[in-house]
């Protein structure tokens, strides 16, 4: 089956080109659906659940940004699952090409090309998955536009942000590694600044303890002779 579907976001193409382009961010947009984790390849493992009629279906499988065209803005991606309870396979290619709208914003086109087997196929002919597509994506776009709102605003790019940064290292003083710049000299011609003059008394030398001893022992020495002589007569 193909659907073909197109939403509208408020919101510049560039930042919602980024958005779309980070699969864990945008992921919990699409109801039902969950990022369980990645891989280094960019392959995303994740979940989805959806009603389809009286039933519904759980799919655990792999979302994969096949490639994607800045210039253009135009990305594909490639889904494939299984449903949880063994009852069928999904797989699904979604094309979607940015385009900017008169007003700033941004119209989002999606083509999607999708096989379903086992028993939810059987809702393909009388437009319930056309239906519920279209409710999904209803709740895709306006979940979107609310993560998009609540970035703050001037958000710059990375080549802008390198920029700003080697910009403002440019304008910053150079400052020496030991320290702030030195201080400016006298002025030409003036008197050379008189030297510091310490205030108070001169702190006691080392010397000063060895001097009071031998004072204090002249200064008994005559009364031990004499108390010497007396103990001898």
Not at 25 to 30: F, G, I, T, Y
Not at 35 to 45: A, K, L, R, V
Not at 153 to 164: I, L, N, V
């Amino acid at each position: 089956m193909r659907l073909e579907q197109s939403f509208e976001v408020d919101a510049p193409v560039e930042q919602v080109w980024a958005a779309l382009m980070d699969v864990e961010k945008v992921a919990p947009c699409l109801p039902g659906a969950a990022i369980t984790g990645h891989e280094q390849d960019g392959t995303y493992h994740g979940e989805f659940e959806v009603e389809l009629g009286p039933t519904t279906a759980s799919y655990r499988g792999t979302i994969r940004i096949e490639s994607a065209d800045a210039g253009t803005h135009t990305a594909t991606l490639a889904a494939r699952g299984s449903d949880e309870r063994g009852q069928g396979d999904a797989t699904a290619t979604i094309v979607n090409t940015l385009h900017a709208t008169d007003g700033g914003g941004t119209r989002v086109e999606a083509a999607t090309d999708f096989t379903l087997t086992g028993p939810v196929a059987s809702f393909g002919d009388g437009g319930t998955i056309q239906d519920v597509s279209n409710r999904l994506l209803g709740d895709f776009a306006s979940c979107l536009q609310q993560r998009l709102a609540a970035e703050p605003a001037g958000t710059m790019t990375g080549e802008e942000a390198a920029a700003s940064a080697g910009a403002a290292a440019a304008a910053e003083p150079e400052i020496a590694p030991d320290g702030p710049p030195d201080a400016p000299g006298p002025a030409p011609g003036a008197p050379p600044d008189a030297p510091a003059v310490p205030s108070g008394p001169p702190p006691p030398t080392s010397a000063a303890e060895p001097a009071n001893g031998a004072s204090r022992f002249l200064s008994v020495l005559p009364e031990r002779i004499r108390n010497l002589f007396k103990r001898s007569s």
